[in-house]
């Protein structure tokens, strides 16, 4: 499977625990991009990475939140003591940044916080 | 700032109907227009583009959209809806700005189709 992989695809935490959702760009890409999505809204943008930099963190909150994208291996996103209002799906898209304006995106990741 | 509304959150058509969700944009500079559908579960996938060029857009699984620059829409539209069409729809805009290819979603339009 070529396309963008993230797992876990279903993670459960309870309050003031870490959540790591890990991403794997389509290879050959060294953009990604990791968006939110809450119950009846849209994707909100939260972060884009190239490989070991943040180009634009201005979705991502203050707090709490951090990602990166090293040299090897997956991008991550990483969620310290969630919180309930952390609860949503995960994505992950990635690019070849050559302004095809197509990002692909993988399949999810599932956060519950308990 | 760009923005993409979406109006009507639950869409439902009948098999072999009309299907058309709107979309309208605001942006400051010309901008780039996504359709990108969602079956339950799943990532997102795109269903068509507009960049530069035609108007109007072909994608796939029969949908269409046409960019009117006057109107600031970019709805999408398919002349027979299909079971396989239920899902959720998500327009996006994008601007390019800075070699970004951030998008900008709407809220999204769930569509359902009755047998």
């Known amino acids: 499977n070529a396309g963008v992989m993230q797992n876990p695809r279903h993670l459960v935490r309870r309050r003031g625990q870490e959540a790591r959702l890990r991403c794997s760009p389509v290879?050959?890409?060294?953009?990604v991009y990791w968006y939110r999505q809450l119950p009846e809204e849209g994707l909100k943008f939260m972060v884009y990475?190239?490989?070991?930099?943040?180009?634009?963190e201005s979705g991502m909150p203050k707090e709490r939140f951090s990602a990166e994208f090293p040299k090897e291996g997956p991008s991550i996103l990483r969620i310290q003591q969630v919180v309930r209002g952390d609860s949503a799906a995960y994505f992950c898209?990635?690019?070849?940044?050559?302004?095809?304006?197509?990002?692909?995106f993988g399949e999810g990741s599932r956060l519950t916080v308990l | 700032a760009q923005s993409v509304t979406q109006l009507g959150s639950h869409v439902s058509v009948s098999e072999g109907a009309l299907v058309l969700l709107r979309c309208n944009y605001s942006?400051?500079?010309?901008?780039?227009l996504f359709w990108y559908v969602q079956y339950p579960n799943q990532g997102l996938q795109l269903l068509l583009k507009?960049?530069?060029?035609?108007?109007l857009v072909k994608g796939i699984n029969g949908f269409e959209a046409e960019f009117k620059k006057s109107e600031t829409s970019f709805h999408l539209t398919k002349p027979s809806a299909h079971m396989s069409d239920a899902a959720e729809y998500f327009c996006?805009?994008?601007?390019?700005?800075?070699?970004?290819?951030?998008?900008?979603f709407g809220k999204g339009t769930k569509l359902t189709v009755n047998p």
């Open positions: 898209a990635s690019s070849g940044g050559y302004i095809t304006g197509e990002l692909f």
């Open positions: 290879k050959g890409h060294s953009h």
């Open positions: 990475l190239q490989k070991e930099n943040i180009i634009d």
């Open positions: 942006s400051s500079v010309p901008p780039y």
């Open positions: 507009y960049t530069t060029g035609a108007t």
């Open positions: 996006a805009v994008s601007d390019g700005e800075g070699g970004s290819e951030k998008l900008v």
